[in-house]
């Protein structure tokens, strides 16, 4: 099924995938019996209308991240999820990147107690530059509904929302619930960096870098430092579809193993993953 307030968007992308159905109304959509959950891939803006109204259709809901762009709207969304009974799954696609799958399994399994986290998400000036060959054409149209209000008309809340999301649900991924946060933030150069110091509920602490944007490469990846062992990890601009090369060392036989981490297509594996809770939970 398929579903947009723009008509000529509907139709080119049913063109592609075939779908059973289209709609160009949203409520029409949902009240679909054979429909048993929606990916939502909107504007952040309307993330928590579209989530709200799909879990009162008695739906399932795979959202793109961020879930909400106020604390107040998302803890709405949070007590609507609980009463209705269904699963509502953020989609933040680098949990299923297989080399940080690795990593994560390593420190849940092996690694022991965890004493440090220090992750880094830097965003590259030349971004567009290295992924206009591999990343596909955006297709536009007049008919799209547009928020309001600019995003990007507040470049800081913008770039915590859009990538420091990604940053910090990395850490929680790999090291659990964060319970202290401490931020700085310095401007330069039309340039946004964050440092970012935490406390994770485990005991271990942690310290974030957020920098939009590096006169450089894009910069991604992260260390840990455990009792058994470390982690290094080196990640990759998503448009290339690589998984992290991941170092991962075991002070057991002070043996370094790097997980190959063959399929870097972290959207297909989320969705998949995604329908198997769904189907699993509820069947």
């Known amino acids: 099924m398929l579903s947009d307030v ?9 063109a592609i995938y075939q779908p059973q159905r289209k709609y160009l109304d949203y409520d029409a959509m949902l009240a679909d019996p054979e429909i048993e959950a929606v990916i939502i891939a909107t504007s952040d803006t309307f993330h928590v209308e579209a989530s709200r109204r799909a879990l009162a259709a008695g739906k399932h809901v795979l959202c793109e ?6 604390v107040e709207e998302v803890e709405s969304l949070a007590t609507d999820i609980k009463t209705s009974g269904k699963i509502l799954q953020v989609g933040h696609m680098k949990r299923f990147d297989q080399g940080l ?8 399994d092996e690694m022991g107690e965890v004493l440090a986290f220090k992750a880094w998400y830097c965003d590259s000036t030349h971004r567009y530059t290295m992924t206009d060959a591999v990343q596909p054409l955006p297709i536009l149209s007049t008919a799209t509904k547009k928020p309001r209000e600019n995003p990007k008309a507040d470049l800081r809340r913008y770039f915590m929302l859009a990538h420091g999301s990604h940053l ?3 850490a929680r991924f790999l090291c659990g619930d964060i319970i202290e946060v401490n931020a700085r933030l310095t401007e330069k150069f039309g340039a946004y960096s964050w440092f970012i110091d935490v406390t994770f509920a485990n005991g271990a602490m942690g310290h974030l870098d957020l920098t939009i944007a590096v006169r450089m490469d894009w910069h991604e990846g992260l260390q840990i430092y455990g009792e058994n062992g470390s982690v290094i990890a080196k990640t990759y601009n998503p448009w290339y579809y690589k998984s992290s090369d991941v170092e991962i060392f075991s002070e057991k036989d002070a043996t370094t193993r790097r997980p ?7 959207y297909r594996r989320q969705l998949s993953e995604a329908l198997e809770v769904f189907r699993r939970e509820f069947g």
């Open 168 to 170: 910090v649900d990395t």
């Open 65 to 70: 991240k961020p879930i909400g762009i106020s």
């Open 6 to 14: 723009a008509g000529d968007l509907v139709d080119r992308m049913a």
């Open 260 to 266: 190959l981490g063959a399929d870097g297509h972290f």
């Open 101 to 108: 799958e690795a990593a994560r399994d390593f420190v849940r």
